[in-house]
């Protein structure tokens, strides 16, 4: 669980499998993670209709009941504001500017980007984040399932 004097947030940006939403969503709850940011076409817990939905309860197992959402339009303003409120910002992601996720320690308040499961993140959030973390891979594969890698990332750096 995280330390009461970390605050940290995800932001989901264009992820495409409800299933994986919901996974990050229970991993959320069970580490402490005060807020999701829904962005892009990741689809939210709930409808428009303000209607649950099933496919994600399913995974999250109700933790999407538990952990704070909100959809957002624009993440690159959702960014701008948070570094405002002193956040660091964080995108899980294979760069040229990467670093281990092991070596960052926590900051008091972190924002975490998630992105697509194919595509990752676009360059243009890629830049406006603080720092780029990246699993390192000793296997033939070049990347886990985004929802796997949010768990190694958010206990490895604050579990």
């Not at 990347?143 to 190694?152: F, M, Q």
Request: proline share 3%.
């Amino acid at each position: 669980m995280i330390s009461q004097t970390h605050e940290i947030c995800l932001a989901l940006h264009n992820i495409r499998s409800t299933h994986n939403v919901g996974a990050i969503f229970r991993t959320a709850d069970a580490i402490g993670v005060s807020k999701i940011y829904i962005s892009g076409y990741t689809p939210a817990p709930a409808d428009r209709f303000g209607r649950m939905r099933k496919d994600i309860a399913k995974s999250a197992l109700g933790a999407e009941k538990m952990v704070e959402w909100e959809a957002v339009e624009d993440l690159t303003g959702l960014i701008a504001g948070l570094k405002k409120e002193k956040f660091t910002v964080f995108a899980v992601e294979q760069d040229k500017r990467s670093v281990d996720y092991k070596k960052t320690k926590p900051p008091q308040k972190s924002l975490l980007i998630l992105g697509n499961e194919i595509e990752g993140i676009e360059r243009g959030i890629l830049d406006k984040c603080d720092k780029i973390l990246e699993i390192s891979m000793k296997g033939k594969k070049e990347s886990l399932n985004v929802s796997v890698a949010a768990g190694i990332v958010l206990f490895g750096i604050f579990g």
